[in-house]
């Protein structure tokens, strides 16, 4: 299996701020990482894909970077509908596996 | 446009076979363009990967439920399955449907919006 280890487990920040999550990988995955949003009751919500792809519709103050075993999730100028768990998960394998989950919580 | 939705009994005995159906609308079950999955999440917890398979029966499945697995498509009702046998406490969660794209390295872009498994006696 590729081992996913995602980082902070939990955030807190205020509308306004920038926040950065890291996933780091525990082989290389070139560039087969993706990022989805979750709110309370909600299925996850893709947000970027291949590390750097924005999914259409979401804004653009989302951006992902990296390639091989370490990649973010950056997210500029938080508004008050981004708090909510973000997760990272690997398809270079077909064998899925996520990340543990951050939790961004407003300050 | 693609949409899946879960449904199955909400509670099953220990033991017992959890079974649930994904229909799927907007697409055949049957197109060459997209992987069919299962995700849980336990109370309070992360996701979990269950598996994926290809509707001409190309299954993967998570190593750590491999032994209790069976996903299946059912191409007459556009719809595809999965089983879980001997189920515990510990296999109570949310389990969402998502839909894979085919191309290597494809993320899961459509999800179902979920069903709620609680496992007791």
């Known amino acids: 299996d590729i081992q996913m280890t995602q980082s902070p487990s939990s955030l807190s920040a205020s509308v306004g701020d920038r926040v950065t999550i890291t996933c780091r990988t525990s082989q290389n995955i070139d560039s087969y990482l993706n990022w989805y949003q979750q709110k309370p009751g909600k299925a996850p919500k893709l947000l970027i894909y291949?590390?750097?792809n924005l999914q259409t519709g979401v804004p653009s103050r989302f951006s992902g970077r990296g390639s091989g075993t370490d990649f973010t999730l950056t997210i500029s100028n938080l508004q008050p509908e981004d708090f909510a768990t973000y997760y990272c998960?690997?398809?270079?394998?077909?064998?899925?596996?996520f990340g543990q989950g951050t939790k961004l919580e407003i300050k | 446009q693609l949409q899946l939705q879960e449904s199955g009994p909400g509670l099953v005995k220990p033991s017992e076979t959890l079974s649930l159906i994904c229909t799927v609308s907007g697409d055949s079950i049957s197109s060459s363009s997209y992987y069919w999955g299962w995700i849980r999440q336990p109370p309070g917890k992360g996701l979990e990967w269950i598996g994926s398979m290809y509707y001409s029966g190309t299954t993967y499945y998570n190593p750590s439920l491999k032994s209790r697995v069976t996903m299946s498509v059912d191409t007459s009702k556009n719809q595809f399955s999965l089983k879980l046998s001997s189920v515990t406490a510990a296999d109570t969660a949310v389990y969402y449907c998502?839909?894979?794209?085919?191309?290597?390295?494809?993320?899961?872009?459509?999800w179902g919006k979920g069903t709620t498994v609680t496992v007791s006696s």
């Open positions: 291949v590390a750097s």
């Open positions: 998502a839909a894979p794209g085919r191309d290597f390295g494809a993320p899961m872009d459509v």
């Open positions: 998960q690997q398809s270079y394998s077909s064998l899925y596996t």
